[in-house]
């Protein structure tokens, strides 16, 4: 050997200098984690890789989800030829070499070519097509690996040619699950060592990983290095190892205890309270924390309704707008959804009214005696109701001016005080207005004239928000 030759590689030397999560690829599905809904007893992907049928398909998902890694269980089963380059590194002439030594290989010993192609999002539009009449003649089923939507990264003629397979982040029992595994295999993993993880480590490691088996055992790895290399032989991994391994402090946050609850708490009482900073803050731990922001946005449409209400109508639409938002988009870009949603509640004009009435008209229905629908107010749409004497009396309001008629629409004793009592903030100011215009007519026992029409129409569209270049709370 020469001074130039390239020594002979020694697969258990480079097995041995991999990184970790390399290393600790499940070589079967049986040993694969996550994907349940893909890959468990009985579905459809399990069954195409076990029978060796598998076709043209896409895997679209996050970073260390599974994706490559099942590649290469799919590797190790099929009887056709398994061929694997990237997206990042290959251009359209490797593509064209691959082709034809598929076409050659069917052609002469009729065996087909499995190309899987890593982050194929990446090839541009006339790179992808070099692929179609190759999928199309059943010459290479491709198995493409995407990050990104592949509706929209990748080619329509490919795309219709091949099943989209979503894979999901890796939940928490799921990374917890490899993370132990690591920690006990002594072939691959680091059980040689010694290493333990103390439970605070653990949950850290867990929320900053985000789904990602490649960053949480990755980051294992780091934090064993660097505890070993103090020179100590406790190797018990704690919080401030994961979080030099990670470059993130630990937030002190538990998803179902106290902690949960009491910063949530703290979130809804500044948002109610007006401090629109603090609230802010409290958003940024949870978010931080990897709080369900489904959870956050749930709690906002509530306190829409229950601390804003009427005096800002418009709170609940962006409540409701964000919840949509964060299932529509996803996170981390939907946190943007959730900050506008805060600063405007916590920004906008504060009533509990329409909470207050609720339960003041429950208490009434739960406590005082049951009563009957009058008659005049009784459903009259079918035929023979007439003659049950229901709808009769009724004065339909948009046959009077103002659209409105003084009339009773309780049956006496029903109703043990005013249930409703507008705010003197925001649009339910002139929502008060409007009820105290309606009262006087009632108690006068009169319709609106033509000018009183006008001003309780007027009120009416006030309180919707009609009305414009008038200032508001």
């Known amino acids: 050997m020469t001074l130039f030759d390239e020594p002979r590689s020694n697969p258990s030397q480079m097995q ?8 600790m690829r499940p070589g079967t599905l049986d ?3 996550g994907q349940a809904e893909l890959l468990g007893p009985g579905k459809l992907l399990r069954q195409l890789i076990e029978q060796d049928q598998l076709a043209s398909a896409i895997f679209y998902g996050p970073p260390g989800c599974g994706k490559s890694t099942l590649a290469c269980i799919i590797a190790q089963r099929t009887r056709s030829h398994y061929e694997t380059f990237s997206a990042v590194t290959s251009g359209i002439a490797e593509v064209r070499k691959v082709m034809e030594a598929a076409r050659h290989r069917l052609a002469l010993e009729n065996r087909k070519t499995v190309l899987f192609i890593d982050e194929i999002h990446r090839f541009n539009k006339a790179q992808q097509d070099a692929f179609l009449p190759h999928v199309e003649a059943g010459t290479i089923v491709l198995i493409g690996a995407t990050t990104e939507n592949p509706y929209f990264s990748v080619n329509s003629p490919l795309l219709s040619r091949a099943r989209v397979f979503r894979f999901e982040p890796l939940t928490d029992a799921d990374l917890e699950d490899l993370v132990r595994r690591a920690l006990h295999d002594e072939q691959r993993g680091l059980g040689k ?3 333990k993880l103390e439970a605070d480590a653990l949950r850290h490691l867990l929320d900053v990983s985000n789904g990602d088996a490649r960053r949480a055992l990755n980051a294992l790895e780091l934090a064993v290095q660097a505890a070993a290399g103090n020179g100590t032989e406790d190797l018990t991994i704690g919080v401030s190892q994961v979080e030099q391994a990670t470059q993130q402090r630990a937030i002190v946050y538990d998803a179902d ?6 910063t949530v708490s703290a979130f809804i009482k500044s948002v109610r309270g007006s401090d629109v900073d603090a609230a802010l803050y409290w958003l940024a731990k949870m978010i931080k924390a990897g709080e369900d922001p489904r959870f956050i946005t749930r709690r906002l449409v509530i306190l829409a309704s229950e601390d804003i209400g009427n005096a800002d109508p418009l709170g609940l639409v962006v409540a409701t707008a964000a919840a949509h938002a964060v299932e529509y988009v996803g996170m981390p870009e939907a946190q943007l959804n959730l900050a506008q949603a805060t600063t405007y509640l916590a920004t906008a004009p ?7 009435a609720l339960h003041r008209a429950l208490e009434d229905v739960e406590k005082r005696p049951a009563v009957s629908v009058p008659p005049h107010l009784r459903d009259a749409s079918y035929s023979g109701s007439s003659r049950l004497g229901h709808g009769i009396g009724y004065q339909y309001p948009h046959d009077f001016p103002g659209h409105y008629v003084p009339q009773e629409y309780l049956p006496a004793g029903a109703r043990s005080q005013a249930y409703y009592t507008p705010a003197d903030s925001g649009r339910e100011r002139k929502i008060r207005e409007r009820m ?5 007519l009632s ?13 309780v129409e007027r009120s009416r569209r006030d309180s919707l928000g009609e009305t414009v270049n008038e200032p508001t709370d």
Do not use: I
């Open 31 to 33: 040993e694969f984690v």
């Open 193 to 195: 060592q010694g290493a």
């Open 443 to 455: 108690r006068e026992g009169g319709v609106p004239s033509d000018s009183s029409s006008h001003s």
């Open 436 to 440: 105290e215009s309606l009262d006087r």
């Open 350 to 356: 504060k009533s509990n009214a329409s909470y207050v």
């Open 16 to 23: 041995s200098a991999a990184p970790l999560a390399t290393r």
């Open 257 to 262: 205890g106290d902690t949960h609850y009491d």
